[in-house]
C-alpha cells in the first residue's frame, strides 16, 4: 500500500469514526454530515429543514454558527488526531439569506502553532452563493501537544 492510499484510508476511518460519534447529538439532530475531508480541509453539508428555520423563514445564525464551528473544529482535529480542541474564539459574518436546498460549509486551517489552532469556514449554497462566513479558534488540550 502506498503513502497516498494510506492517508485515504485514514482519513476515511476519521469519517467513520466522527459519524459514530455524533449519533444522538446535536450534530446528528442537526442533520449535518461530513462531505470530504483533506488533510487541513473539511466539508460538511446540511439540508436545509424547517426545524433549522428562524421565525422569519430563513436559515437560523445558530445554524449556521453550528455548522462553522464544527467544520472548523473537525479541520482543527485533523491536524491533532492524538490531542482534543475546543472552541475558544468563533467570529460570524452573516451576508445572505437561505430558506432551502442544501448548505455546503467548506472548513481549513490557517495558522497552527503547538497550543492553539486558528481556522476559517464558509458557508455557501450548492450554486455558490455565499451565505455566511466566519473564522475559529481552537486550543490544544489533552494531548502531546
Known sequence: MNAD???????QRNIERWNAMAQNTFWDYLGCE???????????TLDIQPHHL??????????YATLV???????AMLARP????????????????AEQGRIVVTAEII???????????YARL???ELCA?????????NGTG
Open 5 to 11: 492510499t494510506e492517508d485515504k484510508d485514514a482519513l
Open 34 to 44: 461530513i462531505a470530504e475531508i483533506h488533510e487541513g480541509k473539511v466539508i460538511v
Open 54 to 63: 428562524n421565525l422569519i423563514g430563513i436559515v437560523h445564525g445558530g445554524v
Open 69 to 75: 464551528d464544527s467544520a472548523m473544529g473537525l479541520a
Open 82 to 97: 492524538h490531542d482534543s480542541v475546543v472552541t475558544t474564539n468563533l467570529s460570524m459574518n452573516y451576508v445572505a439569506k
Open 111 to 121: 495558522h497552527s502553532s503547538r497550543k492553539s489552532i486558528s481556522t476559517q469556514a
Open 126 to 128: 450548492e450554486n455558490g
Open 133 to 141: 462566513f466566519g473564522s475559529g479558534t481552537f486550543r490544544v488540550i
